[in-house]
């Protein structure tokens, strides 16, 4: 196991207090590694590439929040994927913390894993800024910082995430569509919002908005916040409703089986909604498609934090890799439902349903992922 020295330790204390050039990745020219997999988000992706290291290695995941069902199976995604043999023999060690959603926390934590001489750290940020500290200090010990999911505004760290951005336009122009269908141009939507301050919930909702205003249609949105909790999005959505009356649409970044079992609780109508990609959900719209229910299901799934772990080992092992590494939409449609294919009527409705990656090699099974826990390795 590889640690550390004293001498290191303390070197990198005194650089932080200093003007000192930094390590850290080599900016090169592409293409990168294993290109079906680690694809890079657009034709101006630079490239970097970090010395490489002796394995096995050394790697933690720092989550901040664990509040929703959607971090719960990302932990034991994480913890399923450091167990499955393509990968198992590279880890020497591997840590699961944490910290709630206090930045400070988080950073704190992932300094302590640098200077424990940890070789990468895979982390969903809480807040998009301030983690130029950690950032230094990660180049300084050339270790390898990979934010997923909740990334960072930078382009000095490698980053794996789904197109948010698109996401969300993707969700307004189907309710659009369905609306439009029913010759319905302007109405008034709830937006059940994800947890705030993080870049995840802003960009799906800044692109929700914007093509929406795009169509220049007469619509009225009503925005909760839902956490991407089931029960939360449940409460927020049956107070909107007892508030504002009908909806003609709905577009929830998630806790999505919540916000159709308050519509159904409250006796609400069946309308379109844009939701995410949980098996409650596919359950229900699969059931009452024919009713009204004419969902979209978009999946921003847990088992991203596999394709961080690989990308981080993948790095270690000193190949060039994209900054920023885009992995497709996954996107059904109530018409393309079909259980035992896309959701299954014998797993929990809180399951995320999308976890296969065929480009990178990685199938995580539902049965490997529930039977983990979700509490932290340390």
Same mark, same amino acid.
């Given at each position: =196991?590889?640690?550390k020295s004293v001498a290191?330790?303390?070197?990198?204390? =005194?650089?932080?207090?200093?003007?000192?050039?930094?390590?850290?990745?080599?900016?090169?020219?592409?293409p990168g590694a294993d290109?079906?997999?680690?694809?890079?988000?657009?034709? &101006?992706?630079?490239?970097?590439?970090?010395?490489?290291?002796?394995?096995?290695?050394? #790697?933690?995941?720092? !989550?901040?929040?664990?509040?929703?069902?959607?971090?719960?199976?990302?932990?034991?995604?994480?913890?399923?994927?450091?167990?499955?043999?393509?990968?198992?023999?590279?880890?020497?060690?591997?840590?699961?913390?944490?910290?709630?959603?206090?930045?400070?926390?988080?950073?704190?934590?992932?300094? &302590?894993?640098?200077?424990?001489?940890?070789?990468?750290?895979?982390?969903?940020?809480?807040?998009?800024?301030?983690? &130029?500290?950690?950032?230094?200090?990660?180049?300084?010990?050339?270790?390898?910082?990979?934010?997923?999911?909740?990334?960072?505004?930078?382009?000095?760290?490698?980053?794996?995430?789904?197109?948010?951005?698109? =996401? *969300?336009?993707?969700?307004?122009?189907?309710?659009?569509?369905?609306?439009?269908?029913?010759?319905?141009?302007?109405?008034?939507?709830?937006? @059940?919002?994800?947890?705030?301050?993080?870049?995840?919930?802003?960009?799906?909702?800044?692109?929700?908005?914007?093509?929406?205003?795009?169509?220049?249609?007469?619509?009225?949105?009503?925005?909760?916040? *839902?956490?991407?909790?089931?029960?939360?999005?449940?409460?927020?959505?049956a107070d909107a409703i007892?508030?504002?009356?009908?909806?003609?649409? @709905?577009?929830?970044?998630?806790?999505?089986?919540?916000?159709?079992?308050?519509?159904?609780?409250?006796?609400?109508?069946?309308?379109?909604?844009?939701?995410?990609?949980?098996?409650?959900?596919?359950?229900?719209?699969?059931?009452? /498609?024919?009713?009204?229910?004419?969902? #979209?299901?978009?999946?921003?799934?847990?088992?991203?934090?596999?394709?961080?772990?690989?990308?981080?080992?993948?790095?270690?092992?000193?190949?060039?890799?994209?900054?920023?590494?885009? @992995?497709?939409?996954?996107?059904?449609?109530? &018409?393309?439902?079909?259980? *035992?294919?896309?959701?299954?009527?014998?797993?929990?409705?809180?399951?995320?349903?999308? !976890?296969?990656?065929?480009?990178? *090699?990685?199938?995580?099974?539902?049965?490997?992922?529930? /039977?983990?826990?979700?509490?932290?390795?340390?």
């Amino acid at each position: =196991m590889k640690t550390k020295s004293v001498a290191s330790l303390v070197m990198a204390g =005194m650089l932080a207090t200093t003007s000192l050039t930094f390590a850290g990745p080599e900016v090169v020219s592409g293409p990168g590694a294993d290109p079906t997999c680690f694809a890079p988000w657009s034709a &101006d992706t630079k490239y970097l590439q970090w010395p490489a290291q002796e394995g096995p290695y050394r #790697i933690a995941v720092v !989550n901040g929040f664990v509040g929703n069902t959607w971090r719960i199976q990302m932990i034991k995604t994480a913890k399923a994927y450091a167990e499955d043999p393509s990968i198992k023999d590279k880890i020497a060690e591997f840590k699961v913390v944490s910290t709630g959603t206090d930045a400070p926390a988080q950073l704190g934590a992932i300094e &302590d894993f640098i200077n424990q001489g940890f070789d990468a750290i895979v982390t969903i940020a809480v807040s998009p800024d301030g983690f &130029d500290r950690v950032i230094r200090l990660a180049d300084r010990e050339n270790v390898v910082l990979v934010p997923f999911d909740n990334v960072l505004d930078t382009d000095a760290v490698m980053q794996v995430n789904e197109d948010q951005t698109a =996401m *969300g336009n993707q969700w307004a122009q189907f309710l659009i569509d369905e609306l439009a269908a029913a010759g319905k141009s302007g109405g008034k939507i709830l937006e @059940v919002r994800g947890l705030a301050g993080n870049s995840v919930d802003r960009d799906r909702s800044a692109a929700i908005h914007d093509t929406f205003a795009a169509t220049g249609g007469d619509w009225e949105i009503v925005e909760v916040v *839902g956490n991407w909790d089931d029960g939360t999005a449940q409460k927020v959505t049956a107070d909107a409703i007892a508030v504002h009356g009908q909806f003609d649409a @709905v577009a929830a970044q998630g806790g999505t089986t919540g916000v159709v079992q308050a519509m159904i609780d409250a006796g609400h109508p069946m309308v379109p909604i844009a939701g995410e990609s949980e098996n409650g959900y596919r359950k229900l719209v699969a059931a009452r /498609s024919a009713d009204g229910l004419k969902g #979209i299901s978009i999946g921003q799934s847990p088992g991203l934090v596999a394709i961080a772990m690989k990308a981080a080992v993948s790095a270690l092992e000193g190949n060039a890799m994209p900054q920023l590494i885009s @992995v497709p939409l996954p996107v059904a449609t109530y &018409d393309q439902l079909e259980d *035992g294919l896309n959701f299954w009527s014998d797993l929990p409705d809180n399951f995320f349903t999308v !976890n296969e990656f065929p480009p990178c *090699g990685v199938n995580i099974s539902g049965p490997a992922i529930m /039977s983990q826990s979700e509490a932290d390795v340390n």
